[in-house]
Structure formats: C-alpha cells, structure tokens
C-alpha cells in the first residue's frame, strides 16, 4: 500500500504562482512514476504531469511551459510548481503513484482556485 498526502493548494490570483507537494509514504520502494492530475467542476480528470522513476517527464498541452513536475526521492516527495496561472487552472490537483505491478494510488486532492 502506498499512502499519499498533498498539500499547498489555495486561492491565487491570475498570473500568480502556487507549489503544491505530494508525500508518500508505505511501500514506496514499489512506485514508478508519480504524477499530477486535476478535475475541474462538471469535468474529468486529467493529466496534469508526470513524472517517472528516472525523472523522465510528460506535460498536458494545456500546461507546457507553465508548470514543472519534480521529485525528490530522499524525501518521498513530488512537486508541482505552477506559474502563470489561469482561472482555467482552478480545480482540485491529485497526486497519483503508479506502482511497478501497475497499480495505482490516489491521494485525497488539493484545491486551486485562480481569480480572475
């Protein structure tokens, strides 16, 4: 089992910043890629960023240039800063652990809200 605690969501305005963090914690040693999704209201989740074991990454389209996924391995920690943020970006952030086995886990999700 592997435990997931995000945090670092909140309410900015347009154009500003926000870093939110992702610990893990459990059989941590079985994790291969960590990511961030989000789901806004009345819509999916998404794929946000991805980030593997050998620190590989993925961006959605929507967030290339903006954001930057990290991880720092010593600490069971990823990381998502996000600059130039939109209203569009408002919804809650979910930090997602694939396993090698390919199971996944979800921690409970963050909230962003970006004013306009």
């Known amino acids: 089992q592997v435990q997931l605690v995000e945090s670092g969501g909140g309410l900015v305005q347009a154009g500003g910043s926000l870093r939110l963090s992702c610990v893990a914690s459990?059989?941590?040693?079985?994790?291969?890629?960590m990511g961030w999704y989000r789901q806004a209201p009345g819509k999916q989740r998404e794929l946000v960023a991805v980030?593997?074991?050998?620190?590989?990454?993925n961006y959605a389209d929507a967030v290339k240039g903006r954001f930057t996924i990290s991880r720092n391995n010593a600490k069971n920690t990823v990381y998502l800063q996000m600059n130039s943020l939109k209203p569009e970006d408002t919804a809650v952030y979910y930090c997602n652990a694939e396993a090698r086995s390919g199971r996944g886990y979800w921690g409970t999700g963050t909230l962003v809200t970006v004013s306009s």
């Open positions: 459990g059989s941590i040693f079985s994790i291969n890629a």
């Open positions: 980030i593997t074991s050998i620190g590989s990454t």
